[in-house]
């Protein structure tokens, strides 16, 4: 994304590609960098999701792809603390190469499953996985964490899902990445054209920080401006 560009504009209209277009963009670099560390050592590192190793982490985000290519995201409860829980528990005794392969598999297949469905209803997954894959570098204190060369999709995907979700209007100032307009925007009708962004709250910063606040992650050493909205009115994944 150059200077002077806006993402955000047409957000209401679904590209059903885009959860795709992700997922393979962290499939090149994040499956790579996960079987570069394919050690308990490595594996067993705390992450900021309470509770979790990047084991944890990995397990739940092949879990999540696995239950899409399987039609298996409509049980009762699923993805709730609990279904996690045993999702995890139930990938326990693998070997780290078995539990990368499921994950490089659900990276590779599970977009276009994504992409057929005409709701978008599971497009969030995407994001997940790419926030994820944030913590997993973060905790490795690799760079890229909520950044990274797949940023572009990921913003485009998120100001997509917060104007579903009607969450509060947002102009993003994101400096060399331009602007990106997110939620539901004064007069902005479902292409989210011209005219949206007026009263919006405002964010200045770099899109990592950004991310950061969407996705409820550790901010402390960050550096932002926000105004007409607070970070917890923002926040995304809870």
């Known amino acids: 994304m150059a200077t002077g560009m806006t993402t955000g504009d047409g957000a209401g209209v679904r ?62 409860g699923v993805f709730s603390p609990a279904s996690n829980d045993r999702d995890i528990a139930e990938r326990a005794d693998w070997p780290l190469t078995r539990l990368i392969d ?27 996985e790419y926030l994820h894959s944030g ?15 797949s940023v572009g999709p990921a913003l485009e995907l998120l100001a997509h899902l917060t104007y579903v979700r009607k969450s509060p209007a947002l102009t993003a100032e994101l400096g060399d990445r331009g602007t990106v307009r997110l939620g539901v925007h004064e007069g902005a009708g479902e292409g989210a054209g011209e005219g949206a962004g007026e009263g919006a709250a405002v964010y200045v910063g770099d899109a990592a920080t950004l991310m950061r606040l969407y996705a409820n992650r550790p901010l402390a050493g960050s550096r932002y401006e926000l105004s007409g909205v607070t970070e917890a009115e923002l926040v995304f994944f809870r």
């Not at 885009?18 to 960098?33: G, T």
């Not at 067993?44 to 792809?65: D, E």
């Open 15 to 76: 590209d059903p590609r885009l959860p795709e277009r992700l997922l393979l963009a962290e499939r090149e670099q994040f499956v790579r960098l996960l079987r570069s560390r394919a050690t308990d050592d490595y594996f067993s590192v705390r992450t900021c999701c309470p509770g979790w190793t990047v084991r944890h982490v990995v397990a739940h985000c092949a879990a999540a792809l696995d239950r899409v290519l399987t039609g298996r995201c409509q049980e009762e």
């Open 135 to 149: 913590d997993v570098r973060e905790a490795w204190r690799v760079g890229g964490a909520y950044g990274g060369r």
């Open 102 to 128: 499921e994950l490089d598999r659900g990276f590779a297949e599970a977009g276009a499953v994504l992409a057929d469905r005409t709701d978008g209803a599971l497009d969030a997954i995407a994001l997940g």
